[in-house]
């Protein structure tokens, strides 16, 4: 990965303002940052609630980890700097997809505190959302959706995040979801209250045409 840094560059702002898009789309562009261990139900979450408001008539868009990880992310590894350029990149990728307008759901460990500001600071003031994603480590490993914790217990991958590896919980998230208590349902309505709360999701809605 190349260390040098792009110079000569200008900021070119374009003929429609982000509030152009939000009055096309009847929302508010916005990051929801899903972050927890491995097994707490992040993805889970994040594609249920794009599939409710999709339903709704939300325009919204999931940037999971690992399908990040198999593109745009796909030289990195799982160093602390690896982890790092992992959360920037897509905290900036994130911070593009709301100022599009879009309802942008965020499902990433994130283990370190410093690199989820530095996500919020890039999608702006009231446009970030942190929902912590929680679940204690034995009901993770005993989900284990992936095998990843049996593998990590074996040896078999070194600096997994919770075992061998670093979390910093958040200390002042937006939404807490304990997942080991409340049923996907109960948070996904939790998500889509919060959302509404801020006036995230403006007035647009489909019209129900069920017979």
């Given amino acids: 990965m190349s260390s040098a840094k792009a110079t000569h560059i200008t900021w070119h702002d374009g003929q429609v303002s982000p509030a152009d898009r939000e009055a096309l789309l009847g929302q508010r562009g916005c990051v929801v940052w899903l972050t927890g261990l491995s097994g707490s139900g992040k993805s889970t979450l994040a594609h249920a609630l794009e599939h409710r408001l999709i339903q709704l008539g939300h325009p919204t868009y999931v940037l999971d980890g690992d399908n990040v990880r198999h593109g745009l992310n796909g030289d990195l590894g799982f160093s602390p700097a690896d982890r790092e350029e992992n959360i920037r990149r897509i905290g900036q990728v994130a911070a ?95 998500l889509e209250n919060t959302l509404r709360a801020r006036g995230l999701l403006g007035s647009r809605a489909v019209e129900d045409t069920t017979p």
Avoid: M
């Fill in 96 to 190: 593009l997809f709301a100022d599009a307008g879009l309802i942008t759901l965020v499902a990433f460990i994130s283990p370190y505190r410093a690199g989820r500001d530095a996500a919020r600071q890039a999608a702006g003031e009231g446009r970030f959302l942190e929902v912590y994603v929680e679940a204690p480590l034995d009901a993770c490993r005993q989900r284990d959706p992936k095998g990843l914790y049996r593998q990590a217990d074996a040896g078999e991958i070194r600096g997994f995040t919770g075992i061998d590896a670093p979390y910093e919980p958040p200390l002042h998230p937006e939404l807490t979801l304990r997942t080991d208590r409340l049923d996907p349902a109960a948070c996904v309505e939790s």
